[in-house]
């Protein structure tokens, strides 16, 4: 029989976490608060040096996950290791070893991006932090707007601040609350290039929140699908939408067609009139495609739409809503004026 196990593991947690490649693993994880389960039972394995994505409309429970991951917030069930560490019994180590964006402006606009630095690395007791604060501006092109005041950056500009700053102390997981909310479409996929950029130079798991369907698609290799607190789906972009199994042809014809003309057709699975067109649920739009255009004459058609499956197709076979709506009726640019004048 073996002796009793240590208790206390030789070596560095965080050595261990890299061996078995998880960043961030999470079990039963959830908070109430009141009556509201705004976190409910959610397992997380993220790999080591991925960017992984909970993807999920306003009031999802996005911001209260990195919470309880990040240690700001108190779980009600549930535990988590972030870096190797237990969130609850080791949070000045994960602490030290993660980054945080947040979603709301954290930079002082009267300060230089080197002033925000200094202050970034005070709070942090950051020795020797001047040479990386320097390598982490060369590396988003601001050294030779160091000097100048925040409040003279563009969008773009802030944001890659914001990401040096949390980058400042080598952090092992870095953790960014809708990191492209509210901005333009251009500064958005700029944004998208740095962060996957820092993933790849830096070796950095990524774990960011969106409710934005293309931004999940086109930067994580993983996605959770979170809705209502819980963890519907998650996958890779490919295995999620291989998931929902069927193409969307909309069809709008010269003459009138009658529903039956179109579920006779093989690999159709479901046919829905819409206005004034045909919406057909479809085994493989390769597939029909051909056999529709042999039933109906050519210039009989007068709109021919193919919708592969995507994100959205997936939120909306799951939950039933439309995702890529959500969050957007607030104007963002009054949102962060608002945020920078708060903070005086
Ligand atoms: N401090 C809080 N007190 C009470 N309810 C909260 C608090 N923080 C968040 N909630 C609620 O928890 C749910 C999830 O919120 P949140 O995590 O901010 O969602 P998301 O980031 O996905 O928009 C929402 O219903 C929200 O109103
Ligand atoms: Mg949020």
Redesign the pocket.
């Known amino acids: 029989m073996a002796g009793p196990v240590a208790v206390d593991r030789v070596g560095t947690a965080s050595e261990v976490a890299n061996m078995n490649g998880t960043a961030i693993r999470a079990r039963g994880l959830t908070k109430r ?2 009556a ?1 389960t ?1 976190v409910d039972q959610v397992d997380l394995d993220v790999r080591a040096a991925s960017i992984f994505g909970l993807l ?1 409309p ?8 990195i919470k309880l991951l990040t240690g700001l917030g108190d779980a009600s069930a549930g535990e988590a290791e972030v870096a190797g560490y237990d969130v609850r019994r080791d949070p000045m180590r994960v602490k030290e070893r993660i980054g945080w964006v947040a979603a709301e402006v954290i930079l002082d606009d009267d300060f230089t991006a080197w002033e925000n630095l200094w202050l970034q690395a005070q709070l942090q007791r950051l020795k020797g932090w001047g040479t990386r604060a320097e390598e982490l501006l060369r590396y988003f092109g601001l050294s030779d707007r160091r000097d100048d005041k925040v409040q003279t950056y563009s969008t773009g500009m802030r944001k890659k601040l914001e990401i040096a700053l949390a980058l400042l102390h080598q952090p092992e997981v870095i953790f960014m609350d809708e990191p492209t909310i509210g901005l333009d479409a251009s500064t958005r996929r700029m944004l998208w290039e740095l962060i996957q950029g820092v993933n790849r130079e830096f070796g950095i798991t990524v774990l960011l ?1 969106t409710h934005y369907i293309e931004e999940a698609d086109a930067l994580c290799d993983h996605i959770a699908i ?1 809705d209502h ?1 819980r963890i519907v789906a998650h996958g890779t972009p490919t295995e999620l939408k291989a998931r929902v199994g069927a193409d969307f042809i909309e069809i709008a014809t010269a003459e009138p067609v009658t529903a039956a003309t179109f579920s006779a057709v093989p690999g159709v699975l479901e046919v829905r009139s819409q206005g004034a067109s045909w919406i057909l649920r479809v085994r493989s739009s390769e597939e029909v495609l051909p056999r529709l255009l042999g039933l109906l004459r050519t210039d009989g058609i007068r709109r021919l739409n193919v919708e592969k499956p995507s994100l959205e197709t997936v939120f909306l076979d799951l939950t039933g809503q439309r995702l890529d709506t959500a969050g957007e009726n607030i104007d963002y640019r009054k949102f962060y004026a608002t945020m920078r004048r708060a903070r005086g």
């Open positions: 608060y009141g509201i705004a999920g306003n009031g999802a429970g996005k911001t209260t996950i929140t979170i607190g």
